[in-house]
Every structure is written in C-alpha cells, then in structure tokens.
C-alpha cells in the first residue's frame, strides 16, 4: 500500500502563530484529505484537497483558519493559522488509494499550541 | 447523515482470548468499510477492507464482517495478544470521505 510522510511529527508553538505541516505520498492520489484528531476524540475531517482545485472544507472549518496547498498529485499542506491552545490537536493527512486498497494515512502531527 | 458508533468504548482482555469489536452505522448506503488501528500519539495503520458488495474479510489472526443490511461490522481478533493494545477505529466510506466512529480502547493484559 501506498507510504505518506507526514512532517514536522510533533510540535509545540506560540499562541497566535502558524504552523505548515507537509504530507507527501510515495503515488499519484487524485484525492487527499486532512483530519483533526482532538484529545481523546476520533477523527473529524477538515477538508479534502484536489489538485488543481480550491480544497472543500466541512462545516465548521473555514480557509482563513486552515489553508491548504495541492500543487501536484503526490503533495499537500495544512496550515493552522493564528493558533490558540485549542487548536491543539493531531492532525492527520490520508490518500485515496481507490476502491481496492481505501485509504492510507500518515503518522501524524502532535500538535501543542501554549 | 452517516453516524459511525463502537461498542464497547473501552474493553480490557487476558492474552490469549478472542474477542469482538462492533461497529453500527445508520445510512446502508456505504461504499465500502474500513479498519484501523491507532497506537497511542500515533498515524493510523489500516487493517482490513470490506467492500460493500463484500460479507467479510480474513488478515491473520484479524476477521471482519459486514452486514449493510443491518448497519452493522464487527471485527473479531483472535488468540490476542500485548501487541494487540491500541485503539481501534471502524470508518465508513462515504462518498469521496470516511466517517469515523468513536473508537475502542483495547488493552490486553500479559
């Protein structure tokens, strides 16, 4: 199945900065997506990111907060912008594989914002 | 809209014993159902893959099932083991996304 790495693997930053986590994938996915995981809950998507396209956010995400980059098909950024300590989270990307292998994630960001 | 439930939330177990873990779903309408397994602080790492047209899938010591039916999967491991501690995570495929459920904590006791 497909490899995604995911960077930084952890971090802890300043309230009112930002922070770019990368995901690259070993394939072409025409599909990407970001997922937040907040403490002792379970995944809640952010948005999916399309090459060549604006990313579509679900309800209660906005692009102000959380812009995202897919400037080809093996690649993707999540920005967290202007964070606050609840922002603090893991922060999943995942791939498409298609309907054969589903869907590969990477290893995660920890992020704690202070 | 799609609502992805585990039971149990929380399930501690002696090596060695099989046990079950379930997940319901309220919309039939599903592409396929996935596993994973989530280690503490960590990715998750996908187990099993159950197609929608499929009734279930064998990986080792790993079996799900899938009833679309009755909204329900369940995921049945086998002679477990310490390794087998994490937390497990049903997800439904929608179209073009996955809805999680709520997780199952699994501890398995030396």
């Known amino acids: 199945s497909a490899v995604i790495s995911q960077k930084p693997s952890r971090d802890i930053c300043q309230r009112g900065t930002s922070l770019t986590i990368q995901c690259q994938v070993d394939?072409?996915?025409?599909?990407m997506f970001w997922y937040r995981q907040q403490p002792g809950q379970s995944l809640t998507l952010i948005a999916t990111a399309n090459q060549g396209s604006e990313a579509t956010y679900e309800s209660g995400f906005v692009i102000d907060k959380f812009p995202i980059s897919r400037p080809n098909l093996t690649f993707s950024t999540l920005t967290v912008s202007n964070m606050s300590p609840e922002d603090s989270s893991i922060y999943l990307c995942?791939?498409?594989?298609?309907?054969?292998?589903?869907?590969?994630f990477g290893s995660g960001t920890r992020l704690t914002v202070v | 809209k799609q609502e992805v439930t585990q039971i149990p939330a929380a399930l501690s177990v002696p090596e060695g014993e099989n046990l079950v873990l379930n997940c319901s779903f309220t919309?039939?309408?599903?592409?396929?159902l996935q596993w994973f397994r989530q280690d503490p602080g960590k990715g998750l790492t996908s187990l099993l893959l159950?197609?929608?047209?499929?009734r279930e899938q064998t990986s080792g010591r790993l079996n799900a099932s899938l009833d679309k039916s009755s909204g329900r999967s369940t995921l049945y491991i086998a002679a477990s083991q310490p390794g087998d501690s994490a937390t497990y995570l049903c997800a439904v495929g929608d179209t073009n996304k996955l809805i999680f459920g709520t997780g199952t904590l699994l501890a398995v006791q030396p």
């Open positions: 995942s791939a498409d594989r298609g309907a054969s292998y589903g869907y590969t």
């Open positions: 159950i197609q929608s047209s499929q």
């Open positions: 394939s072409q996915v025409t599909m």
């Open positions: 919309d039939s309408a599903i592409y396929n």
